[in-house]
């Protein structure tokens, strides 16, 4: 059972409340193959499944931000990623011996699944925090309905 505090934790941070904030401020575009991200700021909207299936490397100025209704799959071949991903689902990493390292943050709101096996010091998977990230995500991805009110000197 999920408490009401959780329940209005998933309802703000969920697929559908990240597509109600950005609303008709976008274009949408079909998308499928290599994503040349270089230092633009690209945010996905999917409303199924994402499946990574090569490395993302972002410019200096660069930010990929991937929501999802659907899980979000790397595909086992791949060994580095930047970026935010979120998802309504699953965030699964691969069943593969190759190390996986997540330059950005992840949020799944069923769960991670770390499905990575290394031997040896190399950890399986490696999540590195990116704070400049968030600077970069656009004003109708990040904040929600905000109301000004002027005070008093």
């Known amino acids: 059972m999920v408490s009401t505090i959780s329940s209005a ?3 703000d941070n969920s697929y559908a409340e990240f ?3 950005v609303g008709n401020k976008v274009t949408p575009q ?3 193959g290599l994503l ?3 230092d633009n700021v690209v945010v996905i909207l999917s409303e199924g499944p994402v499946t990574i299936t090569s490395n993302i490397t972002l410019g200096s100025q660069g930010l990929l931000v991937v929501i999802a ?6 595909n086992p071949t791949v060994n580095n990623i930047q970026g935010l991903f979120l998802t309504d ?3 699964k990493t691969g069943d593969s011996a190759t190390p996986l390292v997540i330059d950005g943050s992840v949020a799944a709101l069923t769960g991670v699944t770390l499905q990575r096996t290394t031997t040896g010091a190399t950890p399986a ?8 990230y968030l ?3 656009p004003a109708g991805v990040l904040r929600r309905n905000q109301f000004k009110k002027e005070l008093a000197p």
Do not use: C, M, N, Q
């Not at 998977?125 to 400049?132: G, Q, R």
């Open 36 to 38: 040349p991200v270089g």
């Open 125 to 132: 998977e490696l999540f590195v925090y990116h704070s400049e």
């Open 69 to 74: 209704k659907g899980d979000i799959s790397i």
């Open 89 to 91: 689902g699953t965030f």
């Open 30 to 32: 079909a998308y499928s």
């Open 9 to 11: 934790a998933l309802a």
């Open 19 to 21: 597509k109600r904030r």
């Open 135 to 137: 600077s970069r995500l």
